[in-house]
């Protein structure tokens, strides 16, 4: 009987614990916003001198290897008395005030579920200028891998439940229901999409583990290898025409981490050899360690005359999910 009261007690203080642990927490609503669009809570006269030019240069900065020119992130200024209610449900916020302390730093989740808010103080514009340089990677970055979280929680609503791309290459990705495989050959597989002024296209192929050896040449042999899988499997409208990096522009090339595989992040322009066709594209060449080779993940969008950020986002989020699956036993 002892033991027994023992365990009730026990039972007792556990289920206490939890409901007091229930009412301290504090509920959060979910975040609202159109993906890479932030708010900037700011005084007027703030965003209309200097310190709001600073944060339109930074935050408002061209998109890297885009044909038109668009903004990394599409901003809208509220002054601090106006940031109430359901606006600060704001999936991003940046913060800027005139304040007796001298900060800059990064918060999650301060007024909704998930947000990311970047709040910066000075006590006068040259240390506001000084802390918006300051805290911008960090901000931009946090920002940015936000709307890749939110991009993957719509899309994996309705996914592609095609198996061409672990059938040929064993792998995963998360990818969504309106891509279709369009080509699928030995050790290559192409998904793509129709959308309203043109497509946007998923390949996915491998590379032998010693492809990229010398780092004098990677670019080269980046550009090398893309062009040659181009003229393979990537044909353009006419024959005799295919897909190539455009030769004006050597490709941006930044070092990447892609769901905790190495990897290299490649983002450039494509073009069609002798047929006037153009986009962006990204690429990842992933250290496939399980399998002792490069795997080649790419994302390009065909849209003449149209704004493809957020496209562009798109299909980094779905890159992003990838998954190398185990080797099946004999």
Not at 143 to 164: G, V, Y
Not at 207 to 217: E, G, H, L
Request: charged share 25%.
């Amino acid at each position: 009987m002892r033991k027994l009261g023992t365990l009730l007690l026990v039972a007792f203080l556990a289920l206490t614990a939890c409901k007091e642990s229930s009412k301290n927490k504090r509920y959060l609503p979910p975040s609202t916003g159109a993906i890479n669009s932030l708010m900037v809570v700011m005084e007027n006269d703030l965003w209309q001198g200097e310190v709001g030019d600073k944060v339109r240069a930074l935050f408002a900065d061209r998109v890297l290897a885009v044909p038109q020119s668009e903004a990394i992130f599409s901003l809208t200024q509220i002054p601090p008395q106006v940031f109430s209610g359901a606006i600060t449900n704001s999936r991003s916020v940046l913060y800027v005030q005139k304040d007796s302390l001298s900060i800059g730093h990064v918060k999650s989740n301060v007024y909704a579920l998930p947000q990311k808010v970047a709040v910066v103080k000075g006590r006068t514009n040259d240390e506001l200028l000084t802390n918006i340089d300051a805290i911008a990677p960090k901000a931009i970055a946090s920002f940015k891998n936000n709307e890749i979280s939110e991009a993957q929680k719509r899309f994996k609503r309705s996914l592609n439940k095609e198996t061409d791309l672990k059938d040929v290459l064993g792998i995963h990705l998360d990818i969504p229901s309106v891509y279709r495989v369009g080509k699928h050959e030995e050790n290559f597989v192409w998904l793509d999409r129709q959308i309203l002024k043109g497509n946007m296209n998923i390949i996915a192929y491998t590379m032998p583990n010693n492809s990229f050896s010398n780092d004098s040449t990677f670019v080269r042999d980046i550009v090398s290898m893309r062009d040659s899988i181009g003229k393979k499997y990537v044909p353009g409208p006419y024959e005799g025409t295919f897909m190539i990096t455009e030769r004006a522009f050597s490709p941006y090339v930044f070092p990447a981490e892609i769901n905790g595989y190495k990897a290299a992040e490649i983002r450039g322009i494509w073009e069609v050899n002798g047929y006037p066709m153009a986009g962006p594209f990204l690429s990842y060449i992933i250290n496939d360690d399980i399998n002792n080779r490069k795997l080649i993940l790419e994302g390009f969008i065909f849209a003449p005359s149209a704004n493809k950020r957020d496209d562009l986002l798109e299909l980094e989020a779905i890159l992003k999910t990838l998954e190398i699956l185990p080797k099946k036993s004999v």
